[in-house]
């Protein structure tokens, strides 16, 4: 939703003629008025109920500010200022009172505009319509910290930024979700063509697929962590100053905070780290991962390869976990999992009920008090529980730290930008490299690369090579290796990068719509032509290796501007005769022509088809030639005009072998 109802809106007319508008000079659009209480009943009477009983249950209120305020804006209690800080509020306040009212189904709003008590009525926030660059994760990672402590429990960004430029990367988009998991609300959004965690390589998607994982696995701890702050106030989120606000060196680490009573996270927030430096407050801490034991205050160098970010456990820290991780917090297991971190004694309440209802007001939860001593021995008592809600006879696994070694030996990955700039990281301990090893780089055909200087932290080592593509021709994955030679022993270390879509074209245009993908243009006799007019073919360099395999296929961004048509062409080279599969997506027209004949046109969005008949493709070079079109007043999806396109086996899989080259 948005508070605006434009003049032209069918709804327009009758909500003006009962006085639920705001009223504002006739250059702009009304606001509905949420200040008048009969507004608000109305607005979910008619406007919201009628969504509810079709199965809507979260309502995103989005530009609440409401985002553009006219001076001259009058409301039921006055002048715009009388409204205009509460706007948002009241907006929730509709919702919630109308669905309290109906249901007793718990209420969940997003809003982008927050003022002081609209938590009361169900409402998260998200940090609004942010930039996806690693500055602004930084930023958003301190931002977390101040909105928790002012008492706003539930709240999250855009995780991998919502505008989407060259800066952004997997690596980005890693790092922004693993500490996604540990905010109170974990989502996705942004204006990228493809935002699912399989959108940005085969690598990425592995380290996604666990990060996901793990926020489910902690959902024990977590709901219990919220039920606490729901009773005391007490913010899951919580700054280093308020569990340590007599160490000053704990204060001054803005970037690093506690989740809950017992998890200290450290967001990694630049490009490349793999070496995080963590403070830990005095005390017994253990590394999450491996259960190492490490002496707290001091400063310690913390392993942050791109799997994961550094995450400790104070001692006495209990954290109830999934084994299986559920779908969603009603799911209730019979079996828990109680981490328990011997070294001081701790406690913990685990909170249950059902998920869904508001019967908790009444007392229909249960609580359950775990105990532990410094040795790690737990005990669990009954604490609170009510006939209205009771569970099963339950299974409790005790779980201590393993206190293995800190860290493994040798961590490899790679990072790579949307203009083919690859960053490549191996991480090793220095007592597990011998001294007379030597690293190198070995790279696929058609890239170049080099080593820089190893960087020495603590007791690892990070080496890192920078590659470069210096060929037209290639494929769309790439398999590449740290090589580490010692005596006459060698040891690699490979390691992959790629989107899997051919995304290096050619690209002419932009033709004036009238009718589409059918619109005629001199393109297609003669699609070989190096202009065409004032047009001529030309390459998106910046662009052409993109997270997401996704070709653009504008000059300058598209928002409020003509409707278009554009051309890409590229030369696909086989070493055989081959049949393959056509996967592709296209915006919101596209046609695609193999070799001068149409193999495929669609008038609709497609995304991620696999068409079901094979296309033969000769020996040597093929030809490709897409079509897109765009029919839209206002794209702004990230899917302005576009597609995504690859060659697949019957497993769909991208062929191997087959080379791409943006040549006519």
């Known amino acids: 939703q948005h508070p605006f109802i434009d003049r032209s809106s069918r709804e327009y007319a009758r909500l003006s003629s009962l006085g639920y508008l705001t009223q504002v000079p006739d250059s702009c659009r009304p606001t509905y008025d949420f200040s008048s209480e009969t507004a608000r009943a109305y607005w979910w009477d008619h406007e919201i109920r009628p969504l509810f009983d079709d199965g809507v249950r979260g309502y995103w209120t989005d530009m609440g500010e409401p985002e553009v305020d006219h001076p001259e804006t009058v409301t039921s209690v006055g002048s715009r200022e009388r409204a205009h800080n509460s706007y948002a509020l009241n907006w929730s306040k509709a919702l919630y009172e109308g669905q309290r009212r109906d249901s007793n189904e718990r209420l969940f709003i997003l809003g982008r505009a927050l003022s002081a008590g609209i938590q009361q009525y169900g409402t998260a926030h998200w940090s609004n319509d942010i930039e996806a660059a690693f500055e ?11 909105v928790a402590l002012s008492g706003q429990l539930y709240w999250c960004t855009d995780i991998g930024g919502f505008i989407t430029l060259n800066g952004f990367s997997p690596e980005l988009y890693i790092r922004w979700l693993q500490w996604g998991v540990f905010c109170t609300l974990f989502r996705t959004h942004g204006t990228r063509p493809d935002n699912e965690p399989w959108s940005f390589g085969p690598e990425a998607e592995h380290i996604i697929k666990d990060t996901i994982l793990l926020r489910y696995t902690l959902l024990p701890y977590l709901y219990s962590c919220i039920w606490q702050a729901v009773r005391f106030g007490r913010p899951v989120v919580r700054a280093m100053a308020l569990d340590f606000a007599d160490d000053p060196d704990a204060v001054a680490e803005i970037t690093q905070y506690m989740f809950g009573p017992s998890l200290l996270v450290a967001p990694v927030v630049r490009e490349g780290e793999r070496i995080r430096r963590v403070y830990l407050p005095k005390g017994i801490w253990y590394d999450f991962y491996s259960g190492a034991r490490i002496e707290g205050g001091q400063y310690i160098d913390a392993l942050a390869p791109l799997s994961r970010i550094p995450v400790f456990v104070r001692a006495g820290g209990i954290v109830p976990i999934h084994e ?144 470069r593509p210096v060929s037209d021709y290639l494929p769309v994955r790439h398999q590449a290796a740290f090589t580490l030679r010692a005596g006459s022993s060698t040891r690699t270390f490979p390691f992959a990068f790629g989107s899997g879509f051919a995304s290096r074209f050619q690209i002419l245009g932009d033709f004036t719509y009238t009718d589409g993908i059918e619109t005629e243009t001199p393109v297609e006799p003669f699609p070989l032509r190096p202009f065409y007019g004032a047009l001529r073919w030309f390459r998106r360099y910046h662009d052409e290796f993109n997270a997401m395999g996704y070709v653009y296929c504008w000059r300058e961004k598209i928002e409020d501007g003509p409707r278009p048509v554009a051309y890409a062409a590229c030369s696909v080279f086989a070493d055989r005769d081959l049949e393959a599969y056509i996967e592709c997506s296209g915006d919101n027209e596209i046609r695609i022509w193999l070799n001068e004949q149409v193999v495929f046109s669609s008038r609709a969005i497609v995304l991620r088809q696999v068409l079901d008949t094979p296309v033969h493709l000769r020996k040597g070079k093929n030809s490709l030639l897409i079509k897109v079109a765009q029919n839209h007043p206002k794209p702004f999806s990230g899917r302005e005009l576009g597609f995504s396109f690859r060659f697949t086996d019957e497993h769909k899989n991208p062929v191997p072998d087959l080379i791409y080259a943006p040549v006519l």
Not at 136 to 146: E, K, N, P, S
Not at 358 to 363: A, C, I, K, S
Not at 377 to 384: C, G, K, N, P
Not at 425 to 449: M, Y
């Open 136 to 146: 602004v994760l930084a930023d958003q990672v301190v931002q977390g910290q101040t």
């Open 324 to 467: 299986k991780p559920v779908k969603n917090a009603g799911d209730i297991p019979q079996d828990i999992t109680v981490c328990v971190y011997p070294g001081a004694e701790g406690r913990f309440v685990l909170y249950d009920d059902d998920g869904t209802s508001y019967d908790y007001e009444t007392g229909a939860y249960c609580e359950t008090r775990l105990r532990t001593d410094t040795d790690g021995q737990l005990t669990v008592e009954h604490l609170h529980g009510s006939d209205a809600f009771s569970l099963d006879l339950r299974t409790y696994t005790v779980r201590l730290p393993a206190g293995g070694p800190a860290e493994t030996a040798f961590c490899c990955d790679c990072n790579w930008r949307s203009n083919g700039t690859v960053t490549a990281h191996l991480v090793t301990q220095s007592s597990a490299l011998d001294p007379r090893a030597k690293i190198g780089i070995t790279v696929p055909d058609g890239w170049t690369g080099y080593l820089l200087e190893p960087e020495r932290r603590g007791r690892f080592v990070v080496h890192r090579a920078k590659l």
